[in-house]
């Protein structure tokens, strides 16, 4: 958790971590092999989501 102040206020940030797994394709940059991650498709539940203070 990462505690964030802006102009004298103080928030508190946790990100959220999305599922995911090793693609099963390997790939390579300048001659050096890494492994790929894919994401994992979830549904995303935005019952109760505001912006700006407008529910959507």
């Known amino acids: ?4 102040n802006f102009h004298g206020a103080t928030f508190s940030y946790q990100p ?3 599922p995911a ?7 390579k940059y300048r001659g050096q092999a890494y492994q790929r991650y894919q994401h994992i498709h ?3 539940n935005n019952k109760g989501s505001k912006y700006r203070g407008v529910a959507y």
Do not use: Y
């Open 1 to 4: 958790m990462t505690t964030l």
């Open 16 to 18: 959220t971590r999305l």
């Open 21 to 27: 797994t090793i693609a099963e394709q390997g790939a």
């Open 42 to 44: 979830t549904e995303i």
